[in-house]
Nanobody, 123 residues
Framework: VQLQAFGGGLVQAGGSLRLSCAAS????????MAWFRQTPGKEREFVAA????????YYADSVKGRFAISRENAKNTVYLQMNSLQAEDTAVYYC?????????????????WGQGTEVTVSS
């Protein structure tokens, strides 16, 4: 499976961005999809995940209430709507696909990764 994330860019604090990630090579509908982010010198950090049916979503405390993950299985695509962006949200954002057990949903090792998209929030 190949993953391509896009939609990143430069935005002012308080603004919004919508990231998209398209999967190809295998139907993504059977898998959990997730967004993580990473800044230089730090480990990849969990942001949000959504189960295959779309009925269950999970968020990091730092983004809860500001970010929303969704998926469109017919398009093999997952989205991350990011609102009220803060400087601390600046990172490269990666989407992943996997089949983690519940307790591993936030574990970066549970997923296969594609290339990231960079988000810069200016304060």
């Amino acid at each position: 499976v190949q993953l391509q994330a896009f939609g990143g860019g430069l935005v002012q604090a308080g603004g919004s961005l919508r990231l998209s990630c398209a999967a190809s090579g295998r139907p993504a509908s059977r898998y959990t999809m997730a967004w993580f982010r990473q800044t230089p010198g730090k480990e990849r950090e969990f942001v949000a995940a959504i189960r295959s049916s779309g009925g269950y979503t999970y968020y990091a405390d730092s983004v809860k209430g500001r970010f929303a993950i969704s998926r469109e299985n017919a398009k093999n695509t997952v989205y991350l709507q990011m609102n009220s962006l803060q400087a601390e949200d600046t990172a490269v954002y990666y989407c992943g696909i996997g089949n983690p057990i519940l307790s591993s949903t936030r574990d970066s090792q549970s997923y296969y990764w594609g290339q990231g998209t960079e988000v810069t929030v200016s304060s």
